[in-house]
């Protein structure tokens, strides 16, 4: 029988964090209205604080352990507050405000100064939280667009661009082509079990694997295409032929904020999605998680073509590109691994620390280029950073901290990052595709140091424009790099409290 | 059972036509033809046409249909609220009132824009 | 009454209708169009499968609602971007804006 909801059963205080910034936002669409154009400052400041308070009420609440069994739903299961929500709303925050501070001065210099950016941002942000907090396919779905749709706008804020709206064109058909595909998935899944709550899905799959219905393969057919989906998110290899070309023709500060909240998002849902409703999805004859073998064959054609490729780059938005594919090759390590019984929460945490890691370094890797980059669009080019270490000296040495956390090298947060992830990959058993990451880590290392080698080592005429927010900016990501590389028990602190998986 | 179904399906397709066929043939049948240049003119509500019918429409009018188009969809989710209103009671209209609240920010940005405006 | 999988396989056909109209055409509209197919496709899987399998449960009608707003709000925004590009291009050949050079 149905009865009728109240409203304290929606448990609106667990959603603090997304509700303030949905508000935040919706305000802040109407509020920039009545902002004058030469004000534009105002209105990436309220953005700003918008996503500031929405970070505190996360961090506030990052502590707290839940329980999943238990575990704090609010809107009927649709949303999950546990710490693997907080968790990810924390990274996601600190990208998003990051973004603001490296858009500013770039928007300004290159008359594309709008408030619409701000809002778009806090939008794709909220969409991204809500993939992390999600307890329904619903919500998966629902959140991915959130993400994906403002980001293919910003793709093409430099309005009248070719470059600029090529790629916001091709993000777009690329995405929602995608996106059929993860939703056609997540129909084939519902059918197979009969919900879309994750907890549901769980459930009924043992009893398919118990039954051995032929059902089993319709969920197994929905399981791969909700991972092609997410798998184009993240950019991982087959999915990925869009990323190179986007990143390049999209404005550097829209880069920099999506290169990092695009992958968060897909990683989050995929977790989701894998550890905690299709964990024990273990067909006879096997150890693991059906989808594992699948998912670590592309982490290993990932990390191989991503880093191979990126070697061959000049381009330096390219080469992030090529980068940011290879590093969505690492974290599907971890991804793998939770397909083994027992190393589930172990493995999430893992992709927790480091995306938290790439956070910081990427999008001070990107803010760096957007220094770089003159008011036209161009001089993003390899060669565009020669002597720059003469000319700008803190803003190499921020780039060389960033390059070499890319590479993984000790006393960053990527090495930080790439040690858990190698480390959920053994505890599973995952032999090969670890013994893969460390290999094309070794690989990478050759471009990363090839851009600190031009800055250094090479004459040349490397100049920039740094004003202040994006100082700001790169500071705290270099300073937040360093920090989390020498204090590594400051990440797997915030991840301590996941523990998300029924089977894990 | 199934056949019963389709049966009827079946006498759509055959009736269809024909209430298609017969007026038309009957007026062919039976109006009077004497056509002057005026009478064979695109008809365009009784003003006299300007141009070919095959011309680019202005702008303003994908303006308008993106507007129409994302806030026609919203309806989706008002019908089956209005159908159950009568048993959801005050949750539900505190849930529609929020989703009202959250087109009107829509709406107040769009006419702000000046996306309402024929310029 | 006519059985779920004859549903399934009209599902299966649009989708791959769709599929085939996103990587054959070249007009960007059309390409708009094949997707908008797939995920009328979906929709058709959804309301099946809710009507067979769980008819007293809402999700899959819900959903199939949850979709109709998202294909209008992603179609919004690629129209937009197409009108964008037309007018300054003239042009809405996707081969024009270079899409398919990979």
Redesign the interface.
């Known amino acids: 029988m149905f009865t009728v909801p109240s409203l304290s059963d929606l448990n609106l205080a667990a959603t603090l964090p997304a509700t303030l910034l949905a508000l935040g936002a919706s305000v802040l669409l109407v509020l920039d209205l009545f902002v004058p154009k030469g004000r534009k400052a105002l209105t990436a400041w309220l953005a700003l604080a918008v996503l500031g308070v929405s970070l505190i009420v996360a961090l506030l609440s990052l502590g707290d352990v839940v329980d999943l069994g238990t575990g704090e739903g609010a809107f009927f299961g649709l949303y999950i507050a546990d710490s693997f929500t907080d968790a990810v709303s924390v990274i996601v925050l600190v990208t998003a405000m990051l973004g603001v501070a490296v858009a500013y001065n770039y928007l300004e210099r290159t008359g594309m100064q709008r408030g619409e950016y701000y809002v778009l941002l806090l939008f794709s942000a909220l969409g991204a939280m809500l993939m992390g907090a999600a307890g329904d396919l619903v919500t998966v779905f629902v959140a991915l667009e959130l993400l994906s749709i403002p980001l293919y706008i910003l793709s093409g804020f430099r309005w009248r661009d070719e470059g600029s709206e090529e790629s916001a064109l091709k993000y777009f058909i690329l995405g929602a082509f995608a996106s059929g595909f993860l939703v056609y998935g997540i129909a084939l899944i519902y059918g197979a079990t009969g919900t879309t709550a994750f907890g549901g899905i769980w459930a009924a799959t043992r009893d398919l694997l118990a039954a051995d219905a032929a059902t089993k393969y319709v969920l197994l057919l929905g399981a791969g295409m909700v991972l092609a989906g997410l798998g184009f998110k993240v950019a991982a290899v087959p999915f990925h032929m869009w990323t190179p070309d986007v990143y390049q023709g999209a404005p550097t500060s829209v880069v920099a904020y999506m290169s990092v909240a695009a992958k968060v998002g897909g990683f989050a849902a995929l977790v989701r999605v894998l550890a905690w409703g299709l964990p024990d999805f273990v067909l006879s004859g096997q150890s693991a998680a059906a989808w594992q073998s699948t998912v670590w064959l592309i982490a290993a054609l990932t990390m191989i073509l991503g880093n191979v490729v990126a070697v061959a780059q000049n381009n330096l938005k390219r080469l992030l590109a090529y980068s940011s594919i290879a590093h969505a090759g690492y974290i599907l390590i971890a991804v793998a691994a939770m397909g083994t019984a027992g190393v589930a929460n172990e493995a999430a945490r893992a992709v927790v620390i480091y995306l938290m890691a790439y956070a910081f370094t990427n999008v001070g890797a990107f803010a760096v280029i957007v220094a770089v980059e003159r008011d036209d669009g161009g001089h993003t080019d390899i060669d565009n950073v020669r002597g720059l270490a003469k000319e700008q000296p803190v803003l190499a040495a921020s780039m060389a901290v960033f390059m070499l956390s890319l590479a993984g090298v000790p006393l960053t947060a990527g090495f930080v990052g790439k040690w858990f992830v190698f480390k959920a990959g053994l505890a599973a058993d995952l032999v090969p595709v670890t013994v893969i990451g460390v290999l094309t880590s070794a690989i990478s290392a050759y471009y990363y140091l090839r851009v600190i080698w031009f800055m250094y080592f090479e004459e040349g005429e490397g100049k920039a424009q740094i004003a202040w927010p994006l100082a700001w900016g790169i500071s705290v990501a270099a300073i937040g790099t360093l920090i989390l590389g020498f204090f590594p028990y400051l990440l797997s602190d915030m991840a301590r409290g996941i523990a998300l998986a029924f089977g894990g | 059972m199934i056949l019963n179904e389709w049966v009827f399906v079946g006498l759509f397709f055959l009736l269809g036509p024909v209430l298609l066929v017969v007026p038309i043939a009957l007026s062919k049948w039976l109006a009077p033809k004497r056509p002057t240049p005026i009478k064979q003119d695109a008809y365009e509500c009784g003003a006299e046409p300007v141009g070919l019918a095959w011309k680019q429409f202005r702008a303003e009018y994908y303006i308008f249909a993106l507007v129409f188009l994302v806030f026609d969809v919203e309806l989706v989710f008002m019908f089956p609220w209005a159908l159950a209103y009568n048993k959801l009671g005050l949750f539900a209209l505190f849930e529609m009132v929020i989703f009202v609240l959250l087109l009107v920010v829509a709406l107040v940005y769009t006419w702000r824009k000046g996306a309402l405006e024929w310029s | 009454?006519?059985p779920l999988w004859m549903y399934?396989v009209v599902a299966a056909g649009l989708?791959v209708i769709?599929?085939f109209g996103?990587l054959s055409r070249r007009n960007?509209i059309a390409?708009?169009m094949g997707?908008e197919l797939?995920?009328n496709?979906?929709n058709v899987?959804?309301v099946?499968?809710w009507r067979y399998?769980?008819p007293t449960?809402l999700?899959?009608q819900?959903?199939a609602?949850?979709?109709?707003?998202?294909?209008?709000?992603?179609?919004?925004?690629?129209?937009?971007?197409?009108?964008?590009?037309y007018?300054?291009k003239r042009s809405v050949i996707?081969d024009d804006?270079?899409?398919l050079?990979?």
């Open positions: 009454m006519i399934l989708f769709g599929m996103v960007a390409i708009l997707i797939m995920l496709a979906v899987n959804l099946a499968f399998q769980t449960k999700s899959g819900a959903f609602a949850f979709v109709f707003a998202v294909a209008a709000a992603e179609a919004a925004v690629g129209l937009a971007l197409i009108i964008g590009i007018r300054r996707a804006v270079n899409l050079k990979w």
